[in-house]
């Protein structure tokens, strides 16, 4: 009997117990909500306190970052909640480690983030950029922004694409990114923007990169995607300082920013250069000058717009298209000296005894690497291509990987290349991000590049496409579906390269209607031939249809006749 009792005594004690333990967890699990609660009050309160001060701010002192406000009002505030741009502060700590460091904040570093986050869901990323802004998109700068009517909207940096769907030229808002001090303790991870900052050095053995205002940040894996500088001119260099305010190298979206005030309020301006960026740059803004009355010259060296990458029939044909824009078109143009003209002008001399008065030049002839990291941290440079010399999986030394416009690749197909496209800003830097995350993938991509003259006129190309080759051209009539315009409208995308990766299947046409006065260019196929194989290809005006060229390159054949291979095009077709 006294041992049931005690048996007895026991269970209740137990049962006691537990109950006990049920209402303790209870309680603490009730005291943890209310904690949250208040803290979730606390920052509400904390991110309206930092939004008044911001306001306030920004109305006082436009120079003072809207994160420094914020960082006043709290240290711990989240940018999202002001809609600051996480980039580093005085009071905020830089990680002295991340396991993946980015370099530069171009389109190849976000794609390898995007790579490395879907290999690695719980990365750590850190994105170190000399530019004071988050990741963005470069190619509307010479494209969409300049026919926008909206200025509020340029000025916030979004554009509408030719369909007329307004987007952000950055990639991501700033709430998608996590604050650089908190990046290290992330449970989940993330990525971090360390914006207004320059890597000047890199030590592969040691792993550490070093910023311009001597900070160290070690690294596990490191990618360097820091793209192109524009070149300039030999005459340009030399010029006073009161000259070279008047003189733009089209880059960034300062650049855009500064050429968009100065076309405000500007009578003329000068584009040097007859290449991709300076016909964008002609048609944009000899558009724009014909609501604004600003006269617009276009001058180069070649013999028609584009005249290194278009036969020379069709290169005539984009000229008389820049010119029906209403831009004054100078080929065959070179400068001799920019001296100080009339009424705060410059005078520009060419060498075949023209001249020209203008307000503002700007300089498009191309872009070439900034090699100064490269010099520094000793890595190889490649002595013909330019750019840094990298094997066939990106990677440059052990860890340490270049992407982009900087690297010089191994192309296992077409041998040593460098490629200064988006396309292969993408691709590269995707793949950079996956080996960062141990695939060890070779580059085979067969990168594209494309450019529009405005929404009516555009075009793809791929491979080695230079007016010196041997061409072949087979064109036909064009209809309202063949335009930039058209072709944005039906994918919803601006990105060329984007909507070319989604394009569906493409069955082969067999009518060949006979063209008519007018007619000639509309649309076509142009083969550029090396030994009597098709090296490069030329989509004009006609879109969605990559994959059959790349599938051309790739099979490398000889073709007796191309206008058969058009065919697989089917450029024909009504719509």
């Known amino acids: 009997a006294a041992e049931e009792a005690a048996a007895v005594k026991a269970t209740e004690e137990a049962v006691a117990a537990k109950a006990a333990e049920e209402a303790a967890t209870a309680k603490a699990a009730e005291e943890a909500a209310a904690a949250k609660a208040a803290e979730e009050a606390a920052s509400a309160k904390v991110a309206e306190e930092a939004a008044a001060v911001a306001q306030t701010s920004e109305e006082a002192a436009p120079a003072e970052t809207v994160e420094e406000v914020a960082i006043a009002v709290a240290a711990e505030q989240t940018p999202a909640a002001v809609g600051a741009i996480p980039a580093a502060a005085p009071s905020l700590v830089i990680p002295e480690h991340v396991p993946y460091l980015l370099i530069g904040a171009g389109t190849a570093s976000f794609a390898a983030y995007r790579a490395i986050k879907s290999k690695d869901p719980l990365a750590k990323i850190l994105i170190v950029g000399d530019e004071d802004k988050l990741p963005y998109m470069r190619p509307p700068l010479s494209k969409e922004l300049w026919f926008m009517e909206d200025k509020e909207a340029v000025a916030d940096l979004r554009f509408k694409q030719w369909n007329g769907r307004e987007r952000s030229l950055y990639f991501e808002p700033p709430a998608f990114y996590t604050p650089v001090a908190e990046l290290m303790d992330s449970p989940k991870g993330g990525i971090s923007v360390l914006s207004g900052h320059k890597v000047v050095k890199v030590d592969p053995k040691a792993q550490i990169a070093f910023l311009s205002d001597g900070t160290q940040i070690g690294y596990d894996k490191c990618l360097i995607a820091t793209g192109g500088k524009p070149k300039t001119l030999p005459q340009m260099e030399n010029l006073p300082e009161e000259l070279k305010e008047h003189v733009t190298l089209f880059r960034k979206v300062e650049d855009f920013q500064k050429l968009d005030k100065i076309t405000s ?147 296992v197909a077409l041998g040593r290349r460098r490629v200064e496209h988006h396309d292969h800003a993408v691709v590269s830097g995707r793949l950079a991000g996956e080996n960062m995350t141990g695939a060890k993938k070779p580059y085979t991509h067969q990168s594209m590049f494309w450019s529009d003259l405005g929404p009516n006129v555009g075009y793809e190309a791929i491979g080695v496409v230079d007016s010196r080759l041997p061409t072949v051209g087979v064109f036909a009539k064009a209809t309202p579906q063949d335009t930039p315009k058209a072709v944005v409208t039906k994918t919803d995308e601006a990105m060329r390269s984007e909507s070319e990766a989604q394009a569906a299947k493409i069955n082969p046409g067999n009518a060949e209607p006979a063209l008519k006065d007018g007619e000639d260019y509309g649309k076509g196929v142009i083969f550029y031939l090396r030994e009597n194989k098709v090296v490069g290809v030329v989509l004009w005006n006609v879109f969605n249809r990559m994959s059959i060229a790349r599938r051309i390159l790739k099979e490398g054949k000889s073709y007796d006749d191309l206008t058969e291979v058009a065919k697989l095009f089917n450029i024909h077709a009504a719509e």
């Open 265 to 411: 309020s500007s009578k003329s301006i000068t584009i040097f250069g007859g290449g991709f960026l300076g016909s964008e740059l002609a048609c944009a803004l000899g558009h724009r000058g014909k609501q604004t009355k600003l006269e617009v010259t276009q001058a180069y060296q070649e013999g028609g717009n584009m005249g290194k990458v278009l036969p020379d029939y069709l290169s005539e044909w984009t000229t008389d298209k820049v010119r029906s824009e209403g831009v004054t078109v100078m080929p065959n143009s070179r400068i001799s000296s920019v001296t100080k003209g009339e009424g705060g002008q410059l005078k520009v001399q060419m060498e075949g005894g023209n001249s020209i008065n203008t307000d503002h030049i700007v300089i498009a002839v191309g872009v070439e690497p900034d090699l100064a990291l490269a010099q520094a941290s000793k890595l190889e440079v490649d002595p013909v291509h330019g750019g840094f010399k990298v094997n066939a999986e990106l990677e440059a030394r052990t860890n340490l990987y270049v992407a982009g416009d900087a690297a010089s690749f191994y192309d």
